[in-house]
């Protein structure tokens, strides 16, 4: 289904990164797995790819928050790997607090991660996609956006604004045959989720979390063909958790 295309996955090392990558591979794509700290976690995971689906993989190492490091980053994929077809714009992080009690810098941090990182990784591989007159751009955003959930004002701002940033990339885009949408999932089984499960699921209409697998499916799909007519949408992937927000 992706043959011959290459998909750059940031936060690939850990999570919904890495089922993103995998099954981007198991589609047929090329991969960069793209980390922060985690690179013997994002090694393991390219050595998995190359074995079990035999399609190239790289892992590089980038502070998503860096602009300089995003450039660098796309001008090495494209070296090994002659240029990127796929963005998953998926590293992020949270800082939760009452807003009351947020420090400026878990405000900063969070946004510069999650909002800023996807902006920098959409400019950096942008020529890249106008001069092939293709490209997906798929956003992790969060049903923290659309709910304003309570004690994450940092990250509900920054996942709000990574929406945004998928809507006015999807119009400015659009006629350079480039298609930019939004994922947002609900309670996904990671690390980021980890002590939180059990206060969340009652409230969940499907009464379970999600699996990375889950995210990745939808993924695979804003990747395909199947999905060339749909650009700046934002879809839900969340047992409910976010109906009618
Ligand atoms: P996770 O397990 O905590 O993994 C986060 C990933 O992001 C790691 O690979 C990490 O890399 C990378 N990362 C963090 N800061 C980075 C930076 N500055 N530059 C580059 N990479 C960075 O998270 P997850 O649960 O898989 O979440 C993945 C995405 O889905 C995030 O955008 C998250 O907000 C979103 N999401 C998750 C859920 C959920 O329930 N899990 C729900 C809605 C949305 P290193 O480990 O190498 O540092």
Redesign the pocket.
Known sequence: MLNGKTALI?????????AIAKAMAEAGADVAV??????E??EAVCSEIKEKYGVKAFYYQ?????SAQCAELVKKVTTDLGGVDILV??????KDNLLLSMSEEDFDAVI???LK?SFNMIKACGRNFIRKKYGKIIN?????ALLGTAGQCN?AAS?AGVIALTKATARELAARNINCNAI??????????AELEDKYISSIPLKR??A?ED?AALAVFLASKASDYITGEVIRIDGGLAIGG
Not at 10 to 18: D, E
Not at 62 to 66: E, F, T
């Open positions: 940031t936060g690939a090392s850990r999570g919904i990164g890495v793209v980390f922060n700290s985690g690179s976690k994002a980038c502070n998503v928050a860096d714009n998926n590293a992020g992080i949270t510069n991660t999650n990182g992790i955003s969060s049903v923290s990250y996942k947002a999932p609900g309670f996904i089984s990671t690390d980021m989720t979390a999600g990375p995210v």
